[in-house]
Structures are given as structure tokens and as C-alpha cells.
């Protein structure tokens, strides 16, 4: 597991939308560590801005301090940084530590006039960013306004973007990505700027595209795009289109993007993957968001992530899902390990026509057992795979000789077993198996042949700790000495057969990990697993009276 | 998409493990919405705080006022607070805005000695915490330094922590949780405590308990277990119990456990449900932390969330999946959708007998086809699925009348049909399909028909674009007038196909947003489209080449 820390160094919107908030979520979301510093503390909510409070330069100074003392950082970026004073205070804590050569990757949101126009920064820090910020900068992201303020011009077709990105780049930064949210252009104004200028790479990453016919038949008519322009250092241009979006949801948009940018870089993306991504991740949050706010509301972060079905595997649970299923079907589990049958099996009470009754259908369920395996192997797709179910089925195989041998010391002859009439809950529980196997895909199968091997497992550890309590007091009358069916309980509380319980264990919690499933998926998993277990109940309760 | 909003009220760490930071991480790992309003800022890092900037009283009120006035809070959590000042503005804030009776869940982590023994707050700042906020708290979180300043004794035993737990309810909390993660104890002292007090509920969800013998011998053995115990002023008492870790990614703690509990409550929990989800939580985000920092590090805060390997649908790209799957094979599609075949076929200049030989093997794949059809139906779980895949198969079967009366009108008999020999590409496609469905689950079975269903649908559509086009300028040569394929191109361009096609589509995309799979399982969907693609390819290029 790689572990990469962006720094940001930007403002606090108490909100939670914009600023180090939506910077953390973002880089959260992605997967990233976030660690930040304040340049300045804002009470503002989605209807606007209620009251700044400027952090002192030494004390932003130290915080940056502090984190480049002790962590890594894998890319920085910088949002609002308030007054000349702390972004003088931002270059000189970067500075500090860094050379040009080994800076990691910069980005610079240059926030200085709000969405809703409000100038953000003093026009005395604007020098200090472009003069002394941008030439650090991997990628500088200015809005229209911004780009409008640094080049003292206005912009207002694409044309104008096109050479206000290009023009941008003689501050000293590697990169200008130039945000045109706020300038809707007609799908034709871009297929028209793309044929004036042949050397852009257009990128509709977001829309449907040449060979997806089906779809855009189906979607939406676009209509409207928005474009942001990305001009880098070494001549490279792109042009970056998506559908316009009416949405109020747009509250920290910038600082989303930036943060997503850095989260990309950090990752080792070329700049131009970075704002491919960067964009989309920033589209989406703003088009999944659920209104929040009487006025402009925050994005969607979390659109990349999903809750996980199951807990993850640890030092002190390596198996968190088997757990998580016994724990879900606790009841029924536990009447299944201690049902009445085995329970008077431990105290050798159970009477032998009940065993009798039992090792006879369980010979019939070991064929549908071996049949599962088998089908198992049939519906694998590696070498490994179907080696391990053909093992297992050969382990049946030979358990069917000893099976027959055991039947046998109970008088049971093989003519006998073969004339069993086959018992409701054998053919329910075997014909249950088959069918899970028939109609989904391995682990499903594996869900249902484990659930079988599992609670065996279980039943013959629970017999044999309290044949081990018995000697002590509490025990519940299991005894081993003298028992008639002792053979069997060690069977299953023994070395070898406890030995296949722990491979089916690594199996199932191996699938859950590689193959997180989502809690519909987890679910499915679970409802095989409770099913298996009635089924084992019945099983117990159809020997233990008699029932054909 | 409910979106619940939680407050924290705390101070910042620069290095984003606690704090502010780590709620905010906490909050949206957990799917909630976070807003925060600042007390102080530190520059921390992993070995030690190196400074701490105070925010103004009046100024942290003035954040709390921002967020309430403009968003629904469905939870509040208080952490460091600073000075007596700034808790008595918290008070104020809070009282301005809810009354006692609709006071959101309020969980108040009493931050006074840090994790170090140092004192985060002045005594003079104590009083208020427990006389004004305490009152209002659902739930209070001390750690043992903590409960040992508020009741000036000193606490060594568990005995000593539940009678401490009991008494902090006098300071007016609904509930106490006192955290113990600094005093070990053996797992036979917890057992002794709960014999001792029969009244208290022990919880151990994190640890393997009654009838998981199997996954406790397969598992590390527990010595040493920490507690927390919670009492409530209602009179329950529960204790919770987890295996001690020895780890040093600690730094966090209690901001991530009191964020966590905020969650919960906001969700409607109970205050012992909140504790038990809550800790588990905590303890999964310090177990599987990786190493940051040179001091004591952030907890992982991400444990409970997976990246997804499919984007959300959205207005405007309501197939995001199927978008994944055609950008992810881009090439091979386009050879497939525009293949010479395809392309010759539209102009019209296609030899016949490689016609007639394309409707010779597309006759013996439709029977695969629907033989795959009829598989899905036996893989079903509900009758409107049965349902679906058997109204297929009778579209297929309908299909072939049309195709017998299709092949006469190009001179191909009934019988010569029949006895035509299967070509190898039919044959790989078609047996590649059955495998598929007999291997995997119905959506990987759909995945493989689809693909087929979506590919014809994609070509129709994009000869009659290019016949659109032939009139005007640019068109690539395909002409419908006159055509001696005009019919076949027709039906795949035609209303009924592509609203099969549609109907695809939607039944992709809403399993992917049904059950979103992970990206282990996005890529198993993935390889069966290019397959598909890659086989229809090579069927073109079989008929084109008269392959057999």
C-alpha cells in the first residue's frame, strides 16, 4: 500500500466546500493523505462570505514547517493565500526546503476574485504571486476572471482563452490550465476551433465520442460544453470540452479541481493526464451533488468511493468476512454447532439409529458434495483453481472408503447405503448446492461447498472443547472416553480435517479481499451462507427424528 | 441520497492526523457530509506540537453562526476548545440556535491532556467544559488522564473505570464513554468484570466470540485486550472490548472515535450502537494504518471505503459503463464497428457469396445465441428475469424465420442452410458465449450477449450516419438507394433493433449501479467485451475471406 501526502495551503471555509475542507475530501476521495496549512480562517456558509480572519505569516510559515520537517509530501497545492504577507511567508516556507530542481509537483490555484466576483486577494499580492509563486508552479489553474486580472484584458470567445492560457505561461510556470466554466460555447464553436488549429488535442473525455453512436442516441442532446484550456511549457496544447451543467452545486469548484490536480501529479501522471482526470473528477462531484445550502452548495466528493461490504483483513481478525457472516446468522449458526443431535452425540446418548439414519444420508450428500467440487472445477478458469476442486474431489473419494468401513462397524453394509432411500433434506440441502453452483459464478459455489466444510469445523472444535471442559467443571456433558461415536468427533475436531477448514477460510477471505464486494454483492454471499447453514440444521434435525 | 451533515468544533493539525482534519477524513469516510468551525490552529506534526495560534472567541462563534444558519446539522462534535473563552462561545453559539428538547446529537470529546500528558487546556477553561457544555453533551469521551483530572483521583482498574464512567454522568451528560486504550488488561480480568457485574452488557465485535472456535485457533491467540465502558445516565452499562495493538499510529485517536460517534448518532443509532460501530472504526483505522511520519502517526481513516471501478450514471452520461468498456477497447472496437466488411457492405461493392456466406454462419450463430438466451433464463432468481431472457429467445426464434425468408431472397435454400458447415469463428464465438454463462454469474453471461447486441446496434447506426452523410459531402461512400444490402442495414439501424439495443444498455448500466463492482471485477467484465469484440471482428473477417 503506497501512502501519498498533498499538501495544501490554502484558507478554512467553515462550510466544509470549499478551501482545505474541500481539498481534504478530494484528496481523501482519491485516496490520498492530506495534510494542510492555513493561510486564513473563513465563517462563510453557500450564501456567501460572513468574516475572515487572516493567519499571522510566522505562525503559516510554521505549519508548513512542520509538515515538510516530518512527512513527505508527493505534490503541494496552494489555494486562497490571503494578503502579500503569507504568500511572501508560503514561498519562502517552500523555498526553505526545496530546490527548483527537487520541488514536487506545485499546483497553483491563483484565488483571486471569487465566483461571485469578489476580489479575494489584495492587488499588492498579486505581485508577489505571479513574480515570486508562479515560476515554482507545475500548473497554475486561473478562472476567466483571474486570467482576465493577470493579463489586463477581458476574454471573451475561445479564441481568446487559447491565447490568454498561452500568454499566461511567460509568468514562469510550467503549466497554465486556464478554467472556462463560466463561458459556454456551442458543441460547433469547438469542432470549428479544433479544425483552426490542428496542433490542439481535443479532449472529450466526459462526452460520447466517435464509435458510441448507441449512446448518444440514447443520452441527452448536448448542446452546450464548457472548455478549459491547458497550455504547457514545451508548446503542447489540449483543450479540455465537457456538457455545460446548470447546477447551483458549484461551491468550491476550484479548489476541487486543484486538489485532484495535485492528487494526479502526485501519483507520477503527466500533466495533460492530470487535467484529464482532474476535470472529470471535479464534473462529476458537481453533477452527483444533492443540494446542500440555501445558496451556491458544495460538490460531491465521495462519487469515487463506494463503503466496503466487508471489514478489511487484519493482524487480529484475519477473517473478518467469515466472521461477519457468522455474526449475521448468529442464531441459526449456533443452533446448527450445538443442535441437539450433536450435542447428545458428545454425551454419547444419541441413539445409534439416529447416527445410523444420519452416516447413511450423509453418505448421499458426499455425492452431491463431490459433484460440486466438480463443477467447481469445470467453472474455473486457472490451472491452480481446478487442481485445488480436483483435490477435494479426490479427498471425498477416499472419505467415501473409510465412510463405507465406518458404516460397516455400525452394521451398515455397502448393499445397504446403496438401497437408501435418499431423505427430503438431503436431496433439499445437495439440490440447494448444485443449484448455486449452476447459476452463479465460483465464489458463489465456494460460499456454499465452505459453508458445509466450515461448520463441521466448528462442530468438531465445540466437541472436543467441551469433551476438554468436561474434565473441569461447566462442561456440558461431552466426553470422549467411552463415547460410541468418538471415532467421528475426532474426525472432525482432528488435525486434518481442521487443516481443510483453514484453506477454505484463506479461500473465502482471499476472494472477499481481492474482489471487495459491495454490500448488494456481500449480501448475496451472506444469504448463501444462512441458507446452507437451515439447510445443515434440517440435516441435523431429519436424523435426529427419523425423517425420510 | 440522504445527506446528513455533521459539525465538528475543534481545532486544526497542520499534519492532517487529528483535529479538524481527522474528522473531516473521519466524517466522509463514513458517507456524511462534514462542516467545521475553528478553535485554534496548531502546526503540528507526528513528534509534537510546535505551535498554536488561538482563534478569536467571537470569531469562532461567528463559524458556528455561518453553518447554522444556512445548513441542517443532524450532529455536532466538540474537541479541543481551547481556552475557557472560546468554550463559552461554543455554549453561546449553540444555544443561540437549539434549544435543549431539539438539540441535534452533541458528542463532546473533553480534549485537556493530549496522548503526551500534556495539558491542552487551562483549568480555568475546565469549569466551563463541565458545568455549560457537559449539560448539553449526548455523550462525553474522556480518556483515562482525562476522567482523572475531572474527578482528581486516579483510576487503575477496570473496577476503577466503571465506577469513573458512572460518576462523570453527575457533570449532566446523557452518556459517559470513558476510553481506556491506555490501560491494559488481561482477557481473564474482563471476564472477571463481567462475572462480577452481571448487569452490564460486554461487548467483544471485534473479537471472535461464541462459535467462531474455527477462526480463533486459525487466529493470533489475545492476551491483552483495552476496554471502553460506556454508562448511560438511563442506568446501562456496557463494556467494550477489543485485542490490544501494539502500533504507533495513534495520532488521532480520540478526534477520529468522537467524529465516528458523531456519525453514527446522526444517523439515528442508539448511543451503545454508536459505540460499538464507532470503536470498531477507530480500531480498524489503527490496525491498518501504514507507518507516517517519524513520530506517532495518523491513524488510516480510508479502511471503510473503496475506490470504484465504474463512475456514477449522470443527466448527461447516463452509460458510463458501457462508455468504460468501449473507450478500454477503442482500437478493436472501431476495426470491428467500421470493418471492411461493414464499410463494403454499406458502399454496396461486397461480393455477394461473402454475404451469403456471413448469413449462412450468422444462422448457425443465432442458435448459439439463443441457447446462451435460454442459459441465462436457467441462471435467473426471478420471474421478470426468466422472463426477459425467454422474451429473447422468441425474438430470436422469430428472427429466423425472417432469416430463412432473408437467405431465399439471396438464392439460399432451407436445406442448404442446414447443411452448411459450421466455420471455426462461429464456432469460437458462439462456444466462447456458452462458456462465459456456464462459468460466471448472469451478469457476466450478459456481459457477452450485450456486447453482441450493443456492437450490431453501434454498425447500423453508423451506416446510416454515413448514408446521411453520402448526400452531402465527406460520407465514406455508403449509399442506401440501391443497395442489395439495404435490407439487412435497415434492420439494424431500424426502430425495433436499436430499442433492444436500449433496452441493453439500461440493463448494463443498472446492474453496475446496483452492485458496483470493485476494479478486480470491472476488468473481468471488461475482458469478456473485448473478447466478444475481437470474435465479431474475426467473424467479419471470416465471411470477408470465405474463411470456413
Not at 6 to 18: E, H
Not at 397 to 424: M, N, P, W, Y
Request: aromatic share 6%.
Amino acid at each position: 500500500m503506497r501512502q501519498r501526502t498533498i499538501l495544501t495551503i490554502a484558507g478554512s471555509d467553515s462550510s466544509g466546500g470549499a478551501g482545505i475542507q474541500a481539498d481534504l475530501k478530494t484528496i481523501a476521495a482519491l485516496g490520498y493523505y492530506g495534510a494542510s496549512a492555513l493561510t486564513a480562517l473563513t465563517a462563510q456558509n453557500t450564501t456567501g462570505v460572513q468574516g475572515v480572519h487572516g493567519v499571522p505569516p510566522d505562525f503559516l510559515e510554521q505549519q508548513i514547517r512542520s509538515v515538510l520537517d516530518d512527512l513527505k509530501v508527493h505534490a503541494i497545492k496552494t489555494g486562497m493565500l490571503y494578503d502579500a504577507e503569507n504568500t511572501r511567508a508560503t514561498v519562502r516556507a517552500l523555498k526553505a526546503y526545496y530546490s527548483e530542481r527537487d520541488m514536487p509537483p506545485l499546483v497553483c490555484d491563483p484565488v483571486c476574485v471569487s465566483t461571485s466576483g469578489h476580489t479575494l486577494l489584495a492587488s499588492e499580492a498579486l505581485e508577489v504571486l505571479t513574480q515570486e509563486l508562479f515560476p515554482l508552479s507545475t500548473l497554475i489553474t486561473p478562472n476567466k476572471s483571474e486570467a482576465e486580472l493577470l493579463l489586463s484584458r477581458s476574454i471573451t470567445s475561445l479564441e481568446n482563452m487559447l491565447e490568454a492560457a498561452s500568454e499566461l505561461l511567460r509568468f514562469g510556470s510550467r503549466a497554465v490550465l486556464l478554467k472556462g466554466g463560466h463561458m459556454t460555447a456551442a458543441v460547433a464553436d469547438v469542432d470549428a476551433l479544433a479544425r483552426a488549429h490542428p496542433d490542439i488535442t481535443v479532449v472529450r473525455d466526459v462526452m460520447y465520442t466517435e464509435n458510441m453512436e448507441v449512446l448518444a442516441v440514447n443520452a441527452p442532446h448536448i448542446e452546450n460544453v464548457v472548455i478549459d484550456v491547458l497550455c504547457q511549457a514545451d508548446g503542447t496544447k489540449t483543450v479540455l470540452v465537457r456538457p455545460r451543467i446548470e447546477s447551483t452545486s458549484t461551491h468550491g469548484t476550484g479548489c476541487t479541481l486543484s486538489a485532484a490536480l495535485a492528487c494526479a501529479l502526485a501519483d507520477g501522471a503527466s500533466i495533460s493526464e492530470a487535467a484529464v482526470s482532474a476535470t472529470a473528477y471535479t464534473h462529476l462531484g458537481i453533477q452527483t451533488a444533492v443540494k446542500l445550502g440555501a445558496g451556491h452548495g458544495p460538490l460531491n466528493h465521495l462519487h469515487s468511493v463506494a463503503r466496503m461490504g466487508v471489514p478489511p483483513r487484519t493482524a487480529t481478525n484475519p477473517y473478518p468476512f467469515t466472521q461477519l457472516l457468522i455474526k449475521s446468522t448468529a442464531d441459526i449458526w449456533k443452533e446448527y454447532v450445538q443442535h441437539p443431535f450433536v450435542q447428545r452425540l458428545g454425551e454419547g446418548s444419541l441413539p445409534k439409529e439416529c447416527f445410523v439414519h444420519f452416516i447413511k444420508q450423509d453418505y448421499h450428500y458426499l455425492r452431491y458434495y463431490a459433484r460440486a467440487y466438480s463443477l467447481l472445477a469445470a467453472k474455473s478458469s486457472t490451472f491452480p483453481q481446478i487442481d485445488s476442486a480436483t483435490q477435494t474431489i479426490l479427498n471425498v473419494l477416499r472419505e467415501i472408503k473409510t465412510h463405507r468401513a465406518f458404516c460397516a462397524s455400525f452394521g451398515v453394509t455397502e448393499d445397504e447405503l446403496a438401497q437408501t432411500h435418499e431423505a427430503s433434506a438431503t436431496s433439499a440441502y445437495g439440490g440447494y448446492i448444485l443449484d448455486v453452483g449452476m447459476q452463479g459464478d465460483t465464489t458463489r459455489l465456494l460460499m456454499a461447498v465452505l459453508a458445509c466444510l466450515i461448520g463441521y469445523g466448528e462442530v468438531g472444535l465445540w466437541l472436543k472443547r467441551e469433551a476438554e471442559k468436561g474434565k473441569e467443571k461447566g462442561g456440558s456433558g461431552v466426553v470422549l472416553e467411552g463415547n460410541p461415536y468418538r471415532a467421528w468427533i475426532e474426525v472432525y475436531a482432528g488435525e486434518e480435517y481442521q487443516e481443510a477448514v483453514r484453506i477454505g477460510l484463506e479461500t473465502i477471505e482471499a476472494r472477499a479481499a481481492a474482489d471487495p464486494p459491495s454490500p448488494a454483492r456481500s449480501e448475496e454471499w451472506r444469504a448463501v451462507w444462512e441458507r446452507c447453514t437451515r439447510l445443515e440444521k434440517a440435516f441435523w434435525d431429519m436424523a435426529l427424528e427419523l425423517r425420510d
